[in-house]
Structure formats: C-alpha cells, structure tokens
C-alpha cells in the first residue's frame, strides 16, 4: 500500500505494508441499484506504525481521507496519479489569469440571477431592505411614541 502523510501540514510519501483486512458489506445496494458495496477496514504498518483505516470501499484505487491525515492507494502509480491532477487543481486555483476571469464572471452571473429572480443575489440588496426596513420601524416606533404623549396629555 503506497500513501500520503498529510499530518502536521507535512506531505510524505510512505509505502506500508498490509497486515489485515476486514470487509464489511453495506446492506444497501447504491444508486443504481447494483450490488450492495463492500467496505474495507484495512491494517496498515507505516514505518512501524500500526494505524487502520476503517471504511475504504473495495473498488476504489484511492482514499483520501481529507485535509491534515491521509491519502491512500493500492499502487504507486494511481497515487502519482492522483497527485499529480491534485498538484493541477491547486496550480489552477492560484492562477492569476483563472481568478480574473471568475472576478470578471461574478457580476456578470449575479446580474443574470437579478434578472431571473429580482432580489435573488448579492447581499448588497438584502442589507439595503433591511435598512430600510429598518428605517421604517424607527419611524413608527416615533410616531407611536408621539401618538402616546397627546393621547396622555389629552387625558390630563
């Protein structure tokens, strides 16, 4: 079993040997409603580490179980794989031309939602009627206290 050890921020690469493996089928079949699937608890010996990883299903190459802990993969070369399309996603996410465009779309998109559902976007809208809204509450809570004080006076 090769992986990725992405505890404590620190990627490394590891290569662990299989101890155990427990399978345990989900009775429920998935959306397409084929065989029901068949989850994996995996024993794992990392450079003396016993960890298990519980849960992995059965026909997958890969695991990543998420940020800070491990990326997971039956060969060498699907975890390469694997890396290298995350190393891509990341190069893209960073990449000046690729956040102009999305800056250039975002007003666009929302101009588009506006006229689809008048009010729909931008929290800009909303903050400017709950001003008002606001504004408007203000103005009756005055005028009922005014109402009050001549109602009083007109009482004495």
Avoid at 35 to 54: M, T
Avoid at 103 to 108: A, F, G, H, L, M
């Amino acid at each position: 079993m090769n992986g990725i050890d992405k505890r404590n921020n620190e990627y490394r690469w590891f290569t662990g040997s299989v101890e155990n493996i427990t399978p345990s089928i989900s009775p429920y079949g998935n959306v397409f409603s084929q065989f029901p699937s068949v989850d994996l608890d995996i024993s794992v010996n990392i450079n003396g580490d016993h960890r298990v990883f519980k849960g992995l299903h059965s026909n997958d190459t890969i695991a990543d179980f998420g940020p800070d802990t491990f990326i997971l993969a039956d060969n060498k070369d699907s975890l390469y794989n694997y890396i290298k399309s995350k190393l891509k996603e990341s190069e893209e996410a960073v990449d000046e031309n690729i956040i102009k465009k999305h800056k250039e779309r975002i007003p666009k998109y929302r101009g588009v939602l506006s006229e689809m559902v008048p009010g729909s976007t931008g929290n800009q809208e909303v903050k400017e009627l709950k001003e008002q809204v606001g504004n408007l509450q203000s103005q009756l809570a005055e005028a009922l206290a005014l109402l009050k004080q001549k109602t009083a006076a007109k009482e004495k």
